[in-house]
Each structure stands twice: as C-alpha cells, then as structure tokens.
C-alpha cells in the first residue's frame, strides 16, 4: 500500500490511522459502470488527507492513487462562472435550491423553468455552457489551469474515461439539448456538454482534493503557494451550495450528520470544507445507491465526531 509519509505520532496522524482501520474492512457498495471508464478503478483501495489553512497536510492511506474528480468539479467550476459572469447573471440562469433529485435527472424548478442547483448534471451543464460561450475553445485549459493551481501540482485530463463519457453519456446530451429547447444554452449545447465530460474527467488524488479544500477554506487563496485561486465571495457562495445540494439525494443527511460544505462525485472522491480551517479529501471508489463513496461518508462521519467540525456543534 502507498502510504505518505508525515510527523509521525501527532494526533491528527494516529487520527486518520484510525480512521483507515475503522472503514478498510467494509466492502459494501459497487463500482459506478456506468460509464466504462470508471469500472477499472482498483475497489480496496482507499485514501484521506486533511490539508490546513495554514498551509500543513496530513494523509493516510493510498492518497497518491488517481481518480477523475467528476462531480466534484460541479462545485469549482460554478465558484469560476460566479467570478467570470457575476452573481446576478449566474442565478439568473441557474438556481441554489436543492432538488432532492439524483445528480442526474432530467427535472427543472417549475417555477423559474432554472435547473435546480449548480451541482446536478443539469445545473453543472448550464454552468459550462456560460463558461464556454465566455470563454470560447480556450474554456477546458482555463478550467484545467484554475483547478491545477487550487490543488497546487499540474492536473491532467484522463482521455480514457473522456472518451468513455463522450462515447456513453447520451443522457447529459438530452439534458443539453433540452436546456437549448428552453433556451437557457446555447446553441454550442453540444461543446456544453464535451465541456461537462472533460471537466468530470479531471483525474486528480486524495492530496489534491485535501488541497482544493484548503484553498476554499482559505479564502480562495492555496494555502501552500500563496497563490489566489478563486474570488473570495464566489467561493462564499459555492460553499453555501456545497452545504446544502453537495451531496446528491443524501445532501440533508450529510448535513445532519457531517455538518460541512462538501461534494462527491462518482469516480470515489468526496471534497469537505471547514471554513476557514481545514480541506478534506477521501478517495474509495465503491458508492453506495445515492452515489456516495461508501467508506468516504464513514470516514467523515468519523472525522466531524472527532474534531467537532460540525458547523453548529456547540463547542
Ligand atoms: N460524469 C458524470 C455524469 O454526469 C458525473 C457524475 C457524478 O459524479 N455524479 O454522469
């Protein structure tokens, strides 16, 4: 097993040690199949880091191991279109409501005819249609480039599973198209939705997403470079969504029983965020029905518990 080598002894190591030996044995859920892609990926294995707003990280377990971020870039490229087009606009085209719908129906706000939230398929979609008419062809390297800096190493696209989306995902294609029926895309709906399917197919590692956390909690800027990744009052506004339509159908359990802005996404990652305190990242590919990394959502449940992150714990 890889394992990353920290101070050893302090009490957030022994933590996270503990953490891996309470949720390794569970073998419970199932690799999403769905897209072909994300069938490969090794189902044992399992990765959590802590990454601080000061600038000091922790990990345990395969946290060097890679997989593609997909849903979890819902959350960052909405907090770079809250930064490129503005607040106003952006609602104006997408809401903040959570839907209780899994990420991937084909369900609008009947009031406002809006996609629901940024962080389903079809609110994530929008966001990259504005971002791709904002931006032209150049909107990918733009996404690639602000994701690399916030988890502080350079990111790659990983073909393999872009292909294998491109090639399966007929149904993010009819969301598109009937976002350009009702006239909240484009007609580029088409370059949306190869937008959406690169930008899912980021691969990053559990330290990368304990690093993205960070620098979300930190403002915007990563803690580890100095560098300002993300505008601060977008990044307000993308935790304040994060906090209550991160999680799929299971967005208000999460909230009940973790109590901090978070995203998951199907390739095993879930993204925690303590304000101004802590990124967390958890890789372990097997989900359970809601789409939710399994030994992930222990592995946080455990965390809160223990260091009191809940955002309304009395202590
Ligand atoms: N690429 C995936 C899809 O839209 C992202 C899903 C996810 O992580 N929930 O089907």
Redesign the pocket.
């Known amino acids: 097993m890889e394992t990353s080598g920290h101070p050893t002894g302090s009490y957030v190591d022994q933590l996270l040690r503990n953490i891996h030996a309470l949720v390794i044995g569970d073998n419970s859920g199932e690799l999403a199949s ?2 072909p892609g994300l069938a490969n990926a090794d189902p044992d294995q399992f990765g959590v880091a802590i990454a601080t707003a000061n600038g000091k990280l922790y990990s345990f377990g395969n946290v060097d191991a890679k997989f593609t971020i ?3 870039s819902k959350a960052l490229t909405y907090c770079l279109v809250l930064e490129i087009k503005g607040r106003r606009d952006v609602f104006a085209r997408v809401g903040v409501e959570p839907s209780g719908d899994p ?2 129906a084909i369900e609008f706000d009947p009031r406002t005819s809006r996609p629901y939230n940024p962080m389903v ?1 079809a609110g994530a979609i929008t966001v990259a249609g504005i971002l791709r008419d904002e931006l032209g062809r150049d909107a990918f390297d733009f996404i690639l480039t602000r994701f690399s800096e916030a988890a502080g190493r350079p990111l790659e696209l990983n073909e393999e599973v872009y292909l294998s ?1 491109a090639r399966t ?1 007929h ?2 294609r009819a969301i598109g198209h009937l976002l350009l029926g009702m006239g909240a895309l484009s007609d580029r709906c088409e370059d949306a939705v190869d937008l ?2 690169r930008q ?1 197919s980021i691969d990053v590692d559990t330290l990368s997403l304990a690093t993205i956390g960070a620098t979300l909690a930190n403002l915007g800027e990563n803690p580890f470079t100095g560098k300002q990744v993300f505008d601060v009052s977008a990044v307000r506004d993308t935790l304040a969504v994060m906090f209550t339509c991160g999680m ?1 159908d299971y967005a208000g359990n999460w909230a009940f029983d973790v109590g901090v802005p978070a995203k ?4 095993g990652g879930i993204l925690g965020i303590v304000n101004r305190q802590l990124g967390i990242g958890t890789y372990s590919p097997r989900l359970d029905r809601n ?1 939710n990394s399994v030994r992930g959502l222990t592995a946080f449940k455990a965390l809160s518990d223990e260091l009191g992150l809940h955002a309304f714990d009395p202590t």
Do not use: H, M
């Open positions: 769905y897209i997909q849903s979890i990420f991937n398929n989306e995902g149904r993010n959406y399917f899912c799929y998951s996404g199907v390739g789409g």
